[in-house]
Nanobody, 121 residues
Framework: QVQLVESGGGLVQAGGSLRLSCAAS????????MGWYRQAPGKERDLVAT???????TYADSVKSRFTISRVNANNTVYLQMNDLKVEDTDVYYC???????????????WGQGTQVTVSS
């Protein structure tokens, strides 16, 4: 199995910062792309940022210049530094990984349980 565990969410005032972390564990053979998505109740899950195994990052237009995604491959960990947070950023944030188990020949999508980010005005 591959497990993703997020941490770092919480309540912050508009203009503040939070740093989300996601650690992948389990029988991991290869950890390819990783990323962060967010979802509000009753809405679809939207991409926030992704980062390839080679370090190439992509961002949603709404978070460009404010959020920074990074990863430490040796620790199977991805981070999301969120600066200048806005009320509109309030959502449950989910960690994502495209990974292959040691006993499998197939890459699959894996998701964390989510961490709540609430931004107050």
């Amino acid at each position: 199995q591959v497990q993703l565990v997020e941490s770092g969410g919480g309540l912050v005032q508009a203009g503040g910062s939070l740093r989300l972390s996601c650690a992948a564990s389990g029988s991991i053979f290869s950890l390819n792309a990783m990323g962060w998505y967010r979802q509000a109740p009753g809405k679809e899950r939207d991409l926030v940022a992704t980062i390839s195994s080679g370090g190439r990052a992509t961002y949603a237009d709404s978070v460009k210049s404010r959020f920074t995604i990074s990863r430490v491959n040796a620790n199977n960990t991805v981070y999301l530094q969120m600066n200048d947070l806005k009320v509109e950023d309030t959502d449950v944030y989910y960690c994502y990984a495209y990974a292959r188990q040691t006993v499998s020949s197939i890459f699959k999508d894996y998701w964390g349980q989510g961490t709540q980010v609430t931004v107050s005005s």
